[in-house]
Structure formats: C-alpha cells, structure tokens
C-alpha cells in the first residue's frame, strides 16, 4: 500500500520541481531585469526637419530593431534618450563610428553591435540629425564628459 503511494506521489514531485523551475528560468525575462529592460524609454516625438525626417526612414530601417521605434530602446539595445547619449558623452562621430565599425559592448549586458552595412555616412549624418532632435525634446541635453 505504502509502496504504492509512493509511486503516485514521485511524479507529482517531479512535475512540481520542473515547474519551479521554468518559473525561475522565465522570472527574469518578464521586464523584471532592472538592467536591460529598465532602459526601454517613452520618447516624446518633436516635428521633424526634413532632414530628420530622411534620418528616421533610414534609422527605422537599419537601427530601430535594436535601438528601439523613435529610438526608445529594446531588449536587445539601448535607448538614445538616456544621458548616457548626450552629445557630450557620445559626440556625432560615435554614430559614423558605430555604423562603420560596430560597436563591442561596453555600457550595457547586450552584447556588441555589429557594423551596419546598409548606411553611408550621408545617412547616418540624417540619422544623428533625427537623434537630436529627439534628444532636445526629451530633455537629453549636453553634459560635460566627466569619466
Ligand atoms: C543588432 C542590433 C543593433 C543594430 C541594428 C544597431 N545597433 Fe547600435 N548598438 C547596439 C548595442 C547592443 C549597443 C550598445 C553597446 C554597448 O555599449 O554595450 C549599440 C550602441 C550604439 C551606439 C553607441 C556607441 C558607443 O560608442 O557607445 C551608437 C552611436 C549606435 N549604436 C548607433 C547605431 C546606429 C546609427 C544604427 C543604425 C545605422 C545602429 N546603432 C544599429 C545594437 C545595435
């Protein structure tokens, strides 16, 4: 009788462990990771110069993926409205830079960046252009870089 009980109960205990365990597997992908998810930024959208306006066509089709649409971050790479990206710390030659070369990780858990081969450096001119104006709507405004 005993031995019976036991049979049923084993694999209840199982299912029970495997559970806890997708649990805690899926806990952290839920927006709770305060370092890559607390980056995703609501951005206030300014009207456009026509340049900017080029800058977003272009940003939305070779950035936004990972950058976020209208540069609002992902969980796959950061947002431009955040301080870290005023032209102070991150100046226009970060962009053509980034662009060209990619970027290896270094502010954030995301991973690298690889080259973007579909812009040229006219492009990310619109592109930074866009970016900034975005960033003096949303408050993101020079700081001295301070390192
Ligand atoms: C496949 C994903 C991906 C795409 C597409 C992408 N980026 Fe990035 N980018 C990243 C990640 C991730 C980082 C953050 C790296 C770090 O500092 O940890 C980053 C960082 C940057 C930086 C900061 C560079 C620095 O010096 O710290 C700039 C500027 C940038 N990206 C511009 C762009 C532009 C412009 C485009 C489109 C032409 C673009 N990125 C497309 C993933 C991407």
């Known amino acids: 009788m005993l031995e019976k ?16 365990g997708v649990y805690v597997m899926f806990k952290n992908n839920d927006g709770s990771n ?16 026509e340049k900017a306006e080029q800058g977003k066509i272009l940003f939305d089709e070779s950035c936004a ?15 431009f409205m955040l301080s870290t990206y005023n032209p ?6 970060a962009f053509y830079r980034a662009a060209q070369f990619g970027v ?14 579909t812009v040229n450096r006219k492009d990310v ?14 408050g993101i405004a020079t700081e001295e870089h301070v390192m």
Not at 34 to 49: D, F, G, N
Not at 88 to 93: F, I, Y
Not at 107 to 114: D, E, L, R, T, V
Not at 125 to 138: C, F, S, T
Request: net charge negative.
């Open 104 to 117: 290896i990780s270094h502010h954030w858990p995301f991973g690298n960046m690889p080259a973007i081969t």
């Open 5 to 20: 009980l036991k049979g049923k109960i084993a694999p209840i205990f199982i299912g029970v462990f495997l559970l806890a």
């Open 34 to 49: 305060p370092t890559a998810s607390a980056q995703i930024v609501s951005v206030k959208v300014p009207e456009l110069s």
């Open 125 to 138: 001119e619109k592109i930074i252009r866009y970016v900034r104006e975005l960033q003096v709507a949303n």
């Open 88 to 93: 102070g710390h991150h100046a226009d030659e």
């Open 65 to 79: 993926a990972c950058h976020g649409v209208d540069t609002g971050g992902t969980d796959v790479g950061p947002s």
